[in-house]
């Protein structure tokens, strides 16, 4: 009997257990649930298991399929700040406490979206004016109803992190999670009193098109017809999708309200930046597909002034212009549905740092977005955008949307950072002064002008502000 047992596990068949119900990292204790939308929930199990997910007074059963996954859909939610409980039951049971339901934000991007409350790190340096508010909050306000989980890159496969969602009583790990993401939770429950979870995926250094599937890719209309060798293929010398897979797939399709973006830099200094809305388009668009929500809001920011033209390792030369010309890629993106841009022109100290300090700025902006857009709240959301111009004599007349009460200067002074060009096309510093709700520019030096630019330099701080305290957003008139 002995022998045939041991023969039995040499040729493979064993004594067999069945395998235990498993969850993606993304479900665990102290994570908050999307309100008012279906919540997907599923795992792994072996294969032809039953299954049952009790939450919130519902109970919904499946099996598992050849493969040991299982799906299930839990119906609507209404929002609660009070914990529950859920209980995933198959050959075993897990028990999942303190659940909220609220409103889930995805944060994703580079560097700027990963920097982290910490600054311990070198590169992620304090203002050197005003308050360090990532500290000074850090302290206080803080609340039950604002849960976290972050991606771990540290490991050969980047995932959602496996100490699951926190809350803000843990301090050590708080730390490290996205500052925009940490503020923006903040605004967003303090003025509306909802749970608020925060996923935070991020990559320093990385372009968009690691964050978006090959897949989508291969079959737009926009980038197929370039894609010549379908197998290992690039898109601007970088293989698509790579990010996407480990940081994003894993959590798809777990119920999100909506998505903050922070990238650009490392797009802003590849040689093809005129098909970066594109791109912008195609991601969003999958991500609303794989998440099963066409109306998720997509609220980015465009990127901080840098002195990319004193880079030196980079192999192509920049120009002082060539953040500016990104800038209005980055402004086409407004085209797509439900979207919306913050400006951070004002938030650095100066152009040398390409991790601006300023976050809870660029997160209380986003949080302005949200709550107007979103959120139906009564408030202003965008600084000055470009309308329209004309030409009386040696004037160029500019008028703007977004004026928000009346248009100013921020610090009182001149406006600055405007150009104006006469009919050869160069352009010189000009004089621009605010009359009403337009800005007049001229220049004693061209008496026939054709052009306006507004901050259309890469060390560009302006001044030139709406009464509801938001900068105007970089812009040309000669396109």
Excluded at 255 to 274: F, P, R
Excluded at 276 to 295: C, D, G, Q
Excluded at 462 to 468: A, H, I, M, Q, S
């Amino acid at each position: 009997m002995k022998k045939y047992i041991f023969l039995v596990l040499l040729l493979g068949g064993g004594i067999r257990t069945k395998a235990e119900v498993t969850l993606p990292k993304i479900f665990s204790s102290n994570m908050v649930l999307q309100r008012n939308s279906p919540v997907p929930v599923w795992g792994h199990a072996e294969t032809g298991e039953q299954i049952s997910v009790s939450f919130a007074g519902q109970v919904q059963n499946t099996i598992a399929d050849n493969n040991g996954n299982w799906f299930v859909t839990l119906a609507p939610l209404t929002v609660n700040c009070k914990p529950a409980e859920m209980i995933i039951t198959g050959t075993n049971t897990i028990k999942l406490g303190n659940i909220l339901v609220g409103d889930v934000w995805l944060c994703s991007g580079q560097s700027n979206m990963e920097y982290p409350l910490d600054r311990s790190l070198k590169k992620y340096l304090a203002p050197e004016k005003g308050t360090d508010l990532a500290i000074e909050e850090f302290s206080k306000l803080k609340s039950d109803q604002i849960r976290y989980i972050y991606a771990d890159k540290q490991r050969t496969k980047e995932d959602i992190k496996s100490i699951g969602w926190i809350t803000q009583s843990n301090d050590s790990v708080l730390r490290k999670v996205s500052a925009v993401g940490y503020f923006f939770a903040k605004d967003i429950n303090l003025e509306l009193n909802v749970p608020i979870g925060i996923i935070s995926t991020s990559w320093g250094g990385t372009r968009i098109e690691e964050w978006t599937p090959s897949a989508a890719y291969l079959n737009s209309a926009v980038f197929k017809d370039s894609i010549k060798e379908k197998k290992n293929f690039q898109i601007d010398g970088i293989v698509p999708g790579q990010k996407f897979e480990s940081m994003l797939k894993p959590i798809i399709p777990f119920a999100i309200k909506g998505m903050l973006w922070y990238q650009g830099e490392s797009n802003c200094i590849i040689e093809d930046q005129q098909t970066y809305p594109e791109k912008v388009k195609l991601m969003v668009e999958t991500y609303r597909s794989l998440f099963k929500n066409a109306a998720m809001p997509f609220y980015y920011v465009q990127i901080a002034p840098y002195l990319y033209s004193h880079r030196k390792k980079d192999k192509k030369k920049h120009i002082p212009e060539q953040l500016a010309v990104f800038r209005e890629a980055q402004a086409q993106c407004l085209s797509i549905p439900y979207s919306g841009m913050v400006v951070t022109t004002d938030l650095v100290d100066n152009a040398s740092n390409i991790h601006p300090p300023y976050k809870w700025d660029v997160a209380h902006r986003l949080a302005l977005l949200a709550l107007n857009n979103t959120y139906g709240r009564n408030v202003v959301c965008s600084g000055p955008t470009y309308k329209s111009y004309i030409i009386k004599r040696n004037k160029v007349i500019i008028s703007f949307n977004n004026i928000a009460g009346g248009l100013v200067s921020h610090d009182d002074h001149s406006l600055s950072w405007f150009l104006i060009a006469g009919p050869d096309g160069k352009f010189i510093p000009a004089q621009a002064e605010i009359k009403g709700n337009k800005v007049v520019v001229m220049s004693i030096n061209i008496q026939n002008p054709v052009a306006v630019r507004f901050a259309w330099n890469e060390s560009a701080i302006p001044n030139f502000y709406n009464k509801g305290g938001l900068p105007a957003v970089p812009f040309r008139t000669d396109k």
